[in-house]
């Protein structure tokens, strides 16, 4: 379960859904593992490749601190974390979106 109120986890998912549909998205840290405060932030990260392109990236970074979100959501991407962060996340995360396989490339 993501330790989150519902209308925030929606935005996130719309902000999400608008930027990357097509990925794959893991909500992990205090969000998920326990111990997050009113205000913790979200940490996400986006799985799937090919690694999107940075202004995209950008752009979704832009739209999260822009959103009427009160906390910070850090985004980072799969493939540019060491593994030994990727198998403490595989652990323990929750799907905050499902990707689509066959759209990857697109979002």
Request: aromatic fraction near 6%.
């Given at each position: 379960?993501?330790?989150?109120?519902?209308?925030?986890?929606?935005m996130?998912?719309?902000?999400?859904?608008?930027?990357?549909p097509?990925?794959?998205?893991?909500?992990?840290?205090?969000?998920?593992?326990?111990?997050?405060?009113?205000?913790?932030?979200?940490?996400?990260?986006?799985?799937?490749?090919?690694?999107?392109?940075?202004?995209?990236?950008?752009?979704?970074?832009?739209?999260?601190?822009?959103?009427?979100?009160?906390?910070?959501?850090?985004?980072?991407?799969?493939?540019?974390?060491?593994?030994?962060?990727?198998?403490?996340?595989?652990?323990?995360?929750?799907?905050?979106?499902?990707?689509?396989?066959e759209?990857?490339?697109?979002?």
């Amino acid at each position: 379960m993501i330790d989150l109120p519902d209308a925030w986890l929606g935005m996130v998912r719309g902000i999400l859904a608008a930027h990357f549909p097509a990925r794959e998205v893991w909500a992990h840290g205090s969000r998920v593992a326990g111990g997050a405060v009113r205000l913790s932030d979200l940490d996400i990260v986006l799985r799937g490749e090919p690694a999107p392109d940075w202004r995209a990236l950008e752009s979704l970074r832009d739209a999260l601190s822009e959103s009427d979100l009160p906390i910070s959501v850090d985004v980072a991407v799969w493939g540019e974390l060491p593994p030994a962060f990727q198998r403490r996340i595989e652990e323990k995360h929750e799907v905050i979106q499902r990707g689509a396989p066959e759209n990857a490339a697109a979002g």
